[in-house]
């Protein structure tokens, strides 16, 4: 890929986590009460972990550190995932909110992979 090719889809991806992880915080201000040291809190922090770990990733040097930020990045994906399916069979995630989100956790999944995919590890 070339340079500006790829500088735009990394924007593009950090746009689709930016909004992820608004999504999430706007959809857990109807959680219980009860959740906010719970859920609520888990499903933020491991949301907003997706974006600034990718994020600090490209601040550091050299393809070992980045990929290892990025691979937290995805595994915080996971997590929130996670989070999102048991908020929803608990009744706390509308299905429609609940399937939009999931959509969105898709697409950041595939470009996260593909980069993370794309950095060649030395030996």
Known sequence: MKQGKIENFHNILKKKMDD???????????FPK????GVTSQIRRA?????????????????????????????????TKYLLYFSERE??????DYKKLIGLSEEIGAMLWTTIRGIKSKA
């Open 20 to 30: 992820f992880v608004f999504d999430v915080y706007k959809i857990t201000k109807k």
């Open 34 to 37: 009860e959740e906010i040291y």
């Open 47 to 79: 949301s907003m972990s997706i974006i600034l770990n990718y994020i600090e990733g490209f601040a550091r040097l050299g393809d070992k550190q980045l990929k290892n930020f990025l691979q937290i990045s995805y595994g915080s994906l996971k997590e």
């Open 91 to 96: 009744g706390y995630i509308e299905k429609n």
